[in-house]
């Protein structure tokens, strides 16, 4: 992956997360959506919301290489990484991520 853009999409108080992932080489893009329900508990809990995104964020690009076809959507929330705090790992978020 040569070139690799991450944004993050408009957000309105209250509202989810949406960032997107764009590999311009292999033309592949990944809309990840931090749930807003997460980001409260995380914050409730005294831990880093921001550090878990940015963690998360990274361990996306890992996979990027792996992904066959060319969108795909991924949604953070508390049913897809349970009471931990850390991100998903490079096996499950190749089972999370789904091909849209």
Do not use: C
Request: aromatic residues 4%.
């Amino acid at each position: 992956m040569k070139r690799t853009i991450i944004e993050k999409e408009n957000q309105f108080q209250g509202e989810d997360e949406i960032w997107k992932i764009i590999d311009e080489q292999g033309k592949r893009q990944v809309t990840v959506i931090f749930s807003k329900r997460l980001e409260d508990d995380l914050h409730r809990r005294n831990h880093s919301f921001e550090r878990l995104q940015s963690e998360q964020l990274n361990a996306i690009l890992n996979v990027m290489n792996q992904l066959e076809g060319q969108q795909y959507v991924l949604e953070i929330n508390k049913e897809s990484i349970g009471n931990s705090i850390i991100p998903l790992t490079q096996e499950k978020l190749l089972q999370s991520i789904k091909l849209i």
